[in-house]
């Protein structure tokens, strides 16, 4: 049996054959806490390799779309913002070809770059995170490309923007949450609410990227992430609202950020696997899907 190594193990694919690209980023270049997040992306293909193809909630085979997975990008390090360039960059590519760019990291702060990239090609963008942290701040450790300044930075492009799931915030970003257009739902309100979408549909546009930075979900169920924080989400109670999101939305682009793969723990890197995988399947579906 052969399996090569690329997303879910799928027979290498030319990008312009393909629905959907998967572009790893390899960066953890202003990790602050544990590095090791530019292990994440090769984590998370290995894990994908030990996927079923066939998602039992979706009731289909997502892998069937057309998956390409690119060359992973290991960035120049000599400025954080050379590398936000160069993210900018790969994913114009994929979109200029009209493909579906998913992309993995590594740390938080190149989604900025995707988000440029995404902006140029739909004026009418909004952005939507899942994030511990609400990663607000003007500047941080002497760059203001640093994975703590990634909403701001989106923010600062006139993007509507909603940070979901925060409960990890300094005092000196509390003003800035009265900004017009940007929208941060505490944790505390999520947990509760069961119909997360209700409370932030108004903010969403007709294109909406979506960012997971998977310090979201609980360190009990994901541990392996670059800064982990306790009170969070879980699997089920996300799948539900990516489905309702997924319906009522048009999803753009998205990425998965923060694994740890520099920890190799498989339960977190099958976890992000298996996150990619259904969100595909989730943004790709076919018109009638059942669901169980
Ligand atoms: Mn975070």
């Not at 390409?68 to 070809?97: D, F, G, Q």
């Not at 990239?117 to 990663?135: E, G, N, Q, R, W």
């Not at 203001?144 to 930075?153: F, I």
């Amino acid at each position: 049996m052969e399996i090569p190594y690329t997303f879910a193990g799928l027979p290498a694919l030319p990008l312009k054959k393909a629905r959907v690209a998967i572009l790893p980023v390899a960066y953890d270049g202003t990790t602050s806490y544990q590095p090791g997040t530019r292990f994440g992306p090769q984590e998370i293909i290995l894990a994908s390799r030990f996927l079923e193809m066939y998602d039992e909630s979706l009731g289909f085979e997502p892998s069937e779309m057309g998956i390409a997975t690119l060359p992973e990008i290991w960035p120049n390090l000599s400025r954080p913002e050379t590398v936000v360039n160069e993210v900018e960059k790969y994913v114009t590519k994929i979109l200029k070809k009209r493909v579906f760019p998913v992309i993995l990291g590594g740390e938080h702060s190149i989604t900025a770059g995707a988000v440029k990239a995404f902006h140029k090609i739909y004026p009418k963008l909004s952005v939507l995170t899942l994030d511990a942290h609400a990663d607000l701040r003007e500047t941080y450790q002497g760059t203001k490309h640093n994975h703590a300044c990634v909403s701001r930075r989106i923010m600062e492009m006139g993007i509507p923007t909603t940070i979901m799931g925060v409960r990890c915030i300094p005092s000196e970003d509390l003003p800035v949450l009265k900004t017009p257009g940007l929208k941060v739902l505490w944790a505390e309100k999520l947990k509760e609410k069961k119909d997360w979408l209700s409370l932030i549909s108004a903010n969403l546009t007709e294109s909406v990227y979506l960012s997971i930075d998977l310090d979201f979900f609980d360190p009990a169920e994901v541990p392996a992430v670059g800064t982990p924080e306790p009170g969070g989400f879980g699997w089920s109670e996300t799948n539900h609202f990516l489905r309702q999101l997924t319906e009522k939305h048009r999803i753009v682009g998205f990425d998965v950020m923060e694994l740890n793969g520099g920890l190799h723990h498989a339960p977190s890197s099958y976890f992000a696997s298996r996150l990619v995988y259904r969100l595909i399947g989730l943004c790709q579906k076919k018109p009638q899907t059942p669901s169980i």
